[in-house]
């Protein structure tokens, strides 16, 4: 059985940051890609990075050089550093982790963006 743990999020003001981590346990064969998505209320769950087996990053255009994805395929791990957060940042964050077999989810953690 896979289990995804996040932790680090929370209630930040405008122009704050916040580091999002996710570690990995069980059964995952030969991690191909992990990553974080996001879903605000209303709207679809979207990526927000991802990172493969390769060290190769994959960033959404509006989080470009203000989120900072890194991994660590042995230890199964990956984090997320969001700085210069906007209240359209506000969402539930989710890790996402890949093998060769399947795709795996963690529970998903709050990033609320608000003064």
């Known amino acids: 059985q896979v289990q995804l743990v996040e932790s680090g999020g929370g209630l930040v003001q405008p122009g704050g940051s916040l580091n999002l981590s996710c570690t990995a346990s069980?059964?995952?064969?030969?991690?191909?890609?992990m990553g974080w998505y996001r879903q605000a209320p209303g709207k679809e769950r979207e990526l927000v990075a991802q990172?493969?087996?390769?060290?190769?990053?994959n960033y959404a255009d509006s989080m470009k050089g203000r989120f900072t994805i890194s991994g660590d395929n042995a230890k199964k791990m990956v984090n997320l550093q969001m700085n210069s957060l906007k209240p359209e940042d506000t969402a539930v964050y989710y890790c996402?982790?890949?093998?060769?077999?399947?795709?795996?989810w963690g529970q998903g953690t709050q990033v609320t963006v608000s003064s």
């Open positions: 996402n982790v890949r093998d060769f077999l399947s795709s795996y």
């Open positions: 069980g059964n995952i064969f030969s991690i191909n890609v």
């Open positions: 990172i493969d087996s390769g060290g190769s990053t």
